[in-house]
Every structure is written in structure tokens, then in C-alpha cells.
């Protein structure tokens, strides 16, 4: 019993949400690098160019470029046997579709590395989270074009020769299912459209499979696996039609699984293309290319679970990109995002039945304003508790269900900007971050009490979760 001794407890970040340094050492602009902050009121803004008068988080975010010997040490202060971070496309080919690599940006992410690897902790690397080098999504559509099938593929080809030695575990796409909620972050597209959501999906899932047929040909060792955003949808009641409500929203989620894990459209979605006129354009070559590189691993992100129902008047609620209505068995963060431990459980479980690869739970946790109290310590009980309440459903789903799971990452381990609203008030970190939401602030570290927490459950590998 007790999970596996390899068990890969750690810590999940994206660049752009961290590094800062924008534009140092060569770096060119991203998508994210044009996006304003927002709050839970106010949607973010995309602006397209840089204007003076607004204020972009990405640009100083948390200083990781500088400070990332410091951050790694806490981290390997904690005990963490990984640490999942994404590698900035715009540091590595600044515009994207240059011929030669950034040598600059190359040398950044080898130090990164070097640093971690000293301590044992292994890198977990996002190729593209949430962000595309702007001049493609200017220029090019982002992934709508087809082109950045080739562009993407170079970049990738740079980063398994250069690190396939340092990184085992890789993921192609963030959150892939997020470019029907999120266009512009999960592809460069502007504005919602399904027709061109669905030919960028397409265009993404060929850049996957390419990528993992490349890695493995350049290291047959490392693992290559996609990441959705999951969570459980329940139906709203035993009504049949909130049931086959319910059993939609989870297709919606399925199809990017289904593609990746197993090498095909499946039917379901082609028929759902046929009766809403969405025609993908593919090549004759697109059928062999999806079949020979499907995922060896599945990274998901887990914050919430949602609930779907086919009444008309009832009124949606928050999530991680994905709303619902609301459930009223269940406690929400202050952003409405809806706690549901067990519904942990039941996500992994469905996962696994369905697709039998192992899984990685890569993103999952509390979003939530911190306090420092007069003795200048943040006693985050709130996060501990959330924590806890879902790595105990996670290990029945390892130890009563026997899922296959190989590690687990707390979202945000050290405070970052918020991909959703560009804030900074809304804390993730078992380190805090001294930072606000206009970019004022020292940026200092500074442990919270979920720090001491989650070193105790990764020393003893999940058995105690006490506090
Ligand atoms: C996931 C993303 O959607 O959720 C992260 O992969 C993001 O980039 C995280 O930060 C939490 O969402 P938010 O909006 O609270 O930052």
C-alpha cells in the first residue's frame, strides 16, 4: 500500500505567470506580454502592441529570471522531487519562425535545469503554456496557420537535442481544451470562433504527435504527454436530459484526450462538426501522423468540479475556464471556483478507465488571498486544508482503485500572476511572494505555513497530511 516510492511530488509553474525579464537577453514579445491585468471583475485585456498607460503583469511578474537560484533552493528546501515549469517559445526563436535558436535564452533554461538537477529534483517541462511568440499570432493567425506546425517543430527539435539529457518528462500543449475558452492564450487566435478554434486544435494536435514521434527519435527514454484542463461535470438531477447535458460537457473534454491517447477523431465529434458546419481542413498525411504519436503520459490540471443541466434560466458560476452551475453540496473559493476533493477521485478514475497510460496530476489547488498577521507569518490553514482533502482522495484513487498515477504538482508553489485575471492577490504559494496587483513590492520570498505542511507529506510520501 502507500504509493510508490518514485513518486513524483513537486511543484507547477509557466513562465510567463513568473519569469519577468520580458524582453532581456533577446527575448521577444509573446502573446502574454500583451495582456493587461484584470481582476475578478474585469476581464484582462489584449492590446496587441505595448501601450504605455496599462499595466502587463508578465513583464516583471515574479522575477524568477533573476531569482531563480533562490526560488529552487526553497523548493528544494520542501524536498520536491520535480519542478514543471514551461519554457518561453519568444526567449528560444523571439519572433518564432527565425531559422537559428537564441543562444541567450537557450543558456537561461540550461542553468535553470543545472540548478535543479544539483538538488535531485527533476525538471517537468511545458513546451508552450499559454503563450506564442506574438509575431505569429500577428503575422500568422497564430495556430490557425498551418505554418506553425513547422516553426513549432524546430522548436522543439532545439529543445530535445538540447536538453533530452537533463529533462525526461515533457508536455506539448497547456491546457489543449482551452482554446474553445481562451483563444488568444491557449493559441494566438483573436476573438471566438469555433471554426478556427477547431482548425488550431487540429493544427496543435499534429505539432504533438510530430513532437513526440521527434523526441522519442532523439531519445527513446523520455516520456512526452499532453495536459488537459479536467475536471468531473455532473448533471445537475437523475433527469436523463441534464444526464445527456452533463455527458456533452465531458465529450467537449474527451475529444482532446481521445485524439492524443489514442490517434483519431473519434465519431462523436466528427458527427458533432457535421451538424454545426465546422469543416477541418487536413492533409492526406494528418491520418498517420495523429496515429504514430499519441501521448505516453496524461498531465492534467484539477481545481474544481462543475455542474451542467439543461435548465434555461439557471445561473453559471466560476472555474478553471470551465463554468457550470452551482452545486449545493459543495464550498466555493472566493473567485466561485468549486471545491470537490472526491471529485479528484472520480477525474482520475475516469481517466484511467478510459485510456489505461499513466497520469500526472499537474496543477491542482487553492487560489486565495493571504494575510500576514502581526507576528509577520501567513498561517494559510485554508490551502492546507484544500490540499490535504484532495492528495487523500488522490491516494484512494491510487490505492483503492489502483490508478496509475506517477506524480503530483501543486499549482503555483511560490506565488505567481494569475493566468485567468492577471492578478496577484490571488495566491496559490506555499512561498509568498511580496507583490500586488499594480507591481508594487520588494518581491521578497517569505515561507507561509503550508511551507513546513507539504515538506512533512513529501518526506513521508503522502502518509502524513496532518497540521
Ligand atoms: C490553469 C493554468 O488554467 O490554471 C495556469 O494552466 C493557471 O496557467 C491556473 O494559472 C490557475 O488559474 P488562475 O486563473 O487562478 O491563475
Redesign the pocket.
Known amino acids: 500500500m502507500g504509493l510508490n516510492k518514485d513518486f513524483l511530488w513537486g511543484g ?1 509553474t ?1 513562465a510567463n ?1 513568473m519569469e519577468g525579464a520580458y524582453l532581456e537577453d533577446s527575448k521577444g514579445l509573446s502573446t502574454a506580454d500583451v495582456v493587461t491585468a484584470g481582476s475578478h471583475e474585469k476581464k484582462r485585456e489584449i492590446t496587441d502592441t505595448i501601450k504605455k498607460d496599462k499595466y502587463y503583469p508578465s513583464h516583471t511578474a515574479i522575477d524568477f529570471y533573476h531569482k531563480y537560484k533562490e526560488d529552487i533552493a526553497l523548493f528544494a528546501e520542501m524536498g520536491f522531487k520535480c519542478f514543471r515549469l514551461s519554457i518561453n517559445w519568444a526567449r528560444i526563436f523571439p519572433n518564432g519562425d527565425e531559422d537559428t535558436p537564441n543562444e541567450k535564452g537557450l543558456a537561461f533554461y540550461d542553468n535553470v535545469f543545472d540548478e535543479c538537477l544539483k538538488y535531485g529534483i527533476e525538471p517537468v517541462v511545458t513546451i508552450s ?2 503563450e506564442t511568440p506574438l509575431h505569429l499570432a500577428i503575422e500568422y493567425g497564430g495556430w490557425t496557420s498551418r505554418k506553425l506546425i513547422a516553426f513549432y517543430e524546430r522548436y522543439c527539435v532545439t529543445l530535445f537535442t538540447r536538453y533530452h539529457k537533463k529533462v525526461k518528462y515533457w508536455m506539448t500543449f ?2 489543449i481544451n ?1 482554446i474553445n475558452y481562451l483563444p488568444w ?1 491557449a493559441g494566438g487566435l483573436k476573438g471566438r470562433d469555433e471554426q478556427n478554434e477547431y482548425q488550431a486544435a487540429h493544427h496543435q494536435f499534429i505539432a504533438s504527435a510530430k513532437a513526440v514521434k521527434l523526441g522519442h527519435s532523439i531519445n527513446p527514454e523520455i516520456k512526452i504527454g499532453m ?1 488537459i ?1 479536467y475536471g468531473t461535470t455532473y448533471p445537475e438531477t437523475c433527469n436523463p436530459e441534464d444526464v445527456q447535458k452533463a455527458a456533452e460537457v465531458m465529450q467537449r473534454k474527451h475529444f482532446y484526450t481521445d485524439v492524443q491517447c489514442r490517434g483519431y477523431y473519434p465519431k462523436y465529434k466528427l458527427k458533432d462538426f457535421e451538424r454545426n458546419g465546422i469543416v477541418i481542413k487536413m492533409e492526406e498525411e494528418d491520418v498517420q501522423i495523429l496515429k504514430e504519436g499519441t501521448v505516453d503520459y496524461i498531465g492534467f ?1 484539477y ?1 474544481a468540479s462543475s455542474v451542467s443541466t439543461n435548465r434555461k434560466d439557471a445561473a453559471s458560476v466560476g472555474g ?2 470551465i463554468r457550470g452551475i452551482k452545486n449545493p453540496y459543495l464550498e466555493a473559493n472566493a ?1 466561485g ?1 468549486q471545491i470537490d476533493p472526491i471529485g479528484l477521485r472520480i477525474a482520475l478514475n475516469n481517466l484511467y478507465e478510459r485510456y489505461e497510460l499513466p497520469l500526472f496530476i499537474v ?1 491542482n ?1 487553492l ?1 486565495s488571498v493571504d494575510e500576514i498577521n502581526e507576528n509577520g507569518q501567513i498561517i494559510d490553514n485554508y490551502r492546507i486544508d484544500y490540499l490535504a482533502r484532495h492528495i487523500s482522495e488522490m491516494k484512494k484513487a491510487v490505492e483503492l482503485d489502483g490508478v496509475n498515477l506517477i506524480g503530483y504538482t501543486a ?2 508553489c511560490i506565488d ?6 492577471g ?1 496577484m492577490k ?1 495566491r ?1 504559494g506555499f512561498i509568498y511572494v511580496d507583490r500586488d496587483d499594480q507591481g508594487n513590492g520588494s518581491l521578497k520570498r517569505m515561507k507561509k505555513k503550508s511551507f513546513g505542511w507539504y515538506k512533512k507529506v513529501i518526506a513521508t510520501n503522502g502518509e502524513d497530511l496532518n497540521y
Open positions: 507547477a509557466a505567470q503554456h499559454y497547456n491546457e482551452v492564450f495536459m484542463a490540471s481545481y478553471n475556464m473567485w471556483w496543477e489547488g487560489g499549482w503555483g505567481l500572476v494569475s493566468a485567468g485575471t492578478e490571488k496559490y
